[in-house]
């Protein structure tokens, strides 16, 4: 499942599309595999045909609500980042989202623990002037090379001027008149 084209404004085009990083399903693969083994392993231990339907049937809950529910999940949270704005979008039945416009965003960080530096990925921390809470986008594939990318973004619509809309002092282009 990726980004719908349609959800774009006009003008508006994707710079990176993520999903998170692929360690979010690492523990359902090995649920399926421990699961697995133990169901074959009850299957030949009995021999009674409803000790194996329940043995069936055991597995396949375990392999909905352990396994494919969170690979689901999985593949339904990606994080876009555009030329004018940050969205994520979360959900299998129903879904939640947010979107920033780039311009309101003040404070771009990322945290890597020890586990994350070895796997490549991280939490990117994203501030924004208003009275939510910052966005935390949890295992983001290469945090450092995103947040680089969404700062070259950030800056590209930066016109150098304060949040009342003037240059500061000092600035050529804040002085208008010319000194002969």
């Not at 399903?25 to 421990?34: D, G, H, N, Q």
């Not at 991280?122 to 680089?148: F, K, M, N």
Request: hydrophobic letters at 45%; proline letters at 5%.
């Amino acid at each position: 499942m990726s980004f719908s084209p349609k959800h774009l404004t006009q003008g508006e085009r994707v710079e990176l599309e993520l999903h998170t990083h692929i360690k979010a399903i690492v523990l359902p693969l090995i649920i399926l595999v421990v699961a697995t083994v133990a169901a074959l392993a009850g299957a030949v231990y009995w021999d009674n045909q409803w000790g194996r339907l329940a043995i069936g049937v055991l597995w396949l809950l375990i392999v909905i609500v352990f396994v494919l529910a969170p690979v689901w999940r999985w593949r339904a949270t990606f994080y876009v980042i555009t030329n004018r704005r940050l969205i994520t979008r979360t959900g299998i039945v129903s879904k939640s989202g947010r979107d920033i416009p780039l311009y309101r965003i003040s404070d771009v960080a990322y945290d890597k623990g020890p586990l994350d530096r070895i796997l490549g990925c991280g939490t990117l921390i994203v501030s924004d002037a208003s009275d939510q809470a910052g966005l935390q986008l949890h295992d983001v594939p290469h945090v450092e090379d995103v947040q680089v990318r969404l700062n070259e973004l950030l800056f590209q619509h930066d016109n150098g001027t304060d949040d009342e809309g003037t240059f500061p002092p000092g600035d050529p282009r804040g002085d208008r008149r010319r000194a002969y």
